[in-house]
């Protein structure tokens, strides 16, 4: 990362640096800006054979996948870090190559960074999930080596809800159907099995983020709304929380699943489910592909037990735009096309400008934050610590280690002679994060404190930024 070849062998004696800026409004710190830390793999004594050195923001090297918005880029160029942005997401092979060297990888649903991948990101100290869902990278891999995640925890549900207040009226008046027979030339005026929304009853599963909006959209419309619910949620307006997903499915004319997906919502609509729904009801899933069986939805639709269904997720995403759906993506896709009364989109629940625009600022920020500060507040895998001080020459030690007892104790009799002027720690399972600032510790100094920290059994990683 400081234009060295990152061969392993090489790395291993190296003190990595890190670019941190000093003109920017997230730098609290006012001396000169550095970062040294020890990639996880490398987890072990060794001898610091060049000094830390104050280093420059071009060495950081961040890696954008699936079109990460201008807004987001913009925030993470103008710290003068390398930002390479591409409009896609990238085949395992190719993602291994090109995240070897980076230090940060910015990513939207597709990209899967999974233990396989982040196990050859050596360099890699943060990751930004521009979008809700985290389910694409292996959380607790990346904790206990170190990675931080953060994610934009709401700034597109406001999208997903208008979305599917659109598609209810949309699928209720058969919308999608009369324009595709449009396209075809057809002029097909019909009312049967069209109905105004206006009185009908709307199933929420999920009542987070979107289900609650949802709530209060549905119910300016003229809706009634009963929801099924993991946790207790406070009801929006006259809503009402139902014990079960059965319950709900019983009573409900619209079924909207706005659940993450999580070993428990697997299939979690599958032919038991269906037929729990009321004759003729629809589905909307603009939650994650992995929570409808999509078999038992074309049952479902073929027999008229559904009347219409909307899909914005599938089992198996392309990775970038094209033709997929001609090509069978996934063993169902022609069969799914051939449906009656289905609006199938390609995973654009969060695509508004709004929403891409918010998500780029909201994960941009956070990764500044920590990458410039060692900050996690709001990550998603990591204990959340933060530490604002205006005062100059203080060096600021980011330990992440294993939550394991003793190791405060090894962190303070190293630091035993220095003065620390503040200190907090927290733990999240098995991981533990401690940030601290020494003062009066010069560059020799602080070279010899890095070493011994990153020699503790329980570390992880360590950086310092002075
Ligand atoms: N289509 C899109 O573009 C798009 C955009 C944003 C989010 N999403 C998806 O929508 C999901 C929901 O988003 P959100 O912001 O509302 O999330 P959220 O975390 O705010 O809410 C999810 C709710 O689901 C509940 N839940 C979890 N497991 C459940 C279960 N087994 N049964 C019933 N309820 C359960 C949780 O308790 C929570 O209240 C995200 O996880 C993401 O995967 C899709
Ligand atoms: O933008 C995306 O790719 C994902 C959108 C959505 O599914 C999310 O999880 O926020």
């Known amino acids: ?36 830390f020890h990639p996880p793999q490398l987890r072990r004594p060794s001898t610091v054979t060049k000094p830390l050195k104050p280093f420059e923001t071009k060495n950081i090297k961040v890696l954008l996948l699936e079109n990460v918005n201008k807004t987001g880029q913009d925030l993470l160029r103008e710290q003068g870090y390398i930002v390479e942005a591409l409009k896609t997401s990238l085949p395992e092979d190719q993602l291994i190559e090109k995240i070897r060297d980076v230090h940060v990888v910015g990513i939207r649903s597709k990209t899967r960074l999974t233990a396989k991948v982040l196990r050859e990101a050596r360099n890699l100290i943060v990751i930004g999930a521009f979008c809700i869902g985290t389910n694409q990278v292996d959380l607790e891999f990346a904790a206990e080596n170190g990675i931080t995640v953060f994610n934009s925890p709401f700034s597109n549900s406001r999208s997903v809800a208008e979305l599917t207040i659109a598609e209810i009226i949309m699928l209720s008046r058969q919308a999608g159907d009369r324009s595709n027979e449009l396209h075809n030339g057809t002029w097909n005026k019909v009312s049967a099995g069209c109905w105004e929304v206006r009185g009908k009853t709307l199933g929420i599963i999920g009542y987070g983020h979107i289900g609650s909006q949802l709530s209060v959209l549905a119910e300016t419309m003229g809706m009634g709304v009963v929801y099924y619910d993991v946790l207790t949620m406070m009801a929006m307006g006259t809503a009402r929380q139902l014990p079960s997903l059965e319950k709900v499915l019983a009573e409900a004319d619209f079924i909207t699943l706005h659940v993450p997906e999580l070993p428990e919502t697997k299939n979690m609509i599958g032919e038991k489910q269906f037929s729990q729904m009321k004759d003729g009801s629809y589905l909307i899933n603009n939650s994650r592909g992995t929570v409808v069986d999509i078999p038992s939805l074309i049952n479902a639709s073929r027999s008229g037990k559904l009347a219409g269904a909307a899909l914005d997720v599938y089992p198996n995403e392309p990775g970038g735009n094209g033709d997929y759906f ?19 989109t390609p995973h654009i629940g969060g695509s508004t400008e709004e929403a891409q625009s918010a998500i780029g600022a909201e994960v941009g920020h956070a990764l500044v934050s920590y990458v410039n500060e060692g900050s996690t507040t709001g990550a998603v895998n990591m204990p959340e610590v933060s530490v604002r001080t205006t005062e100059p020459n203080l060096a600021r030690v980011l330990f992440i280690h294993q939550n394991v007892p003793g190791v405060l104790r090894k962190v303070n009799t190293i630091l035993a002679d220095y003065n620390i002027e503040r200190q907090k720690s927290e733990s999240r399972g098995k991981v533990a994060y401690l940030m601290l600032e020494v003062s009066g510790a010069g560059e020799q100094e602080i070279a010899t404190l890095y070493k011994e920290l990153e020699s503790v059994q329980a570390c992880i990683r360590t950086r310092v930024l002075y």
């Open 1 to 36: 990362m400081n234009g060295d070849p990152t061969d392993a062998q090489d790395i291993i004696p190296r003190v990595d640096k890190l670019a941190r800026s000093v003109s920017n409004s997230w730098n609290s710190l006012s001396t000169s800006p550095s970062l040294a």
């Open 326 to 344: 001609n090509n069978d993506l996934n063993t169902w896709t022609t069969d799914l096309r051939s449906l009656k009364n289905i609006i199938l």
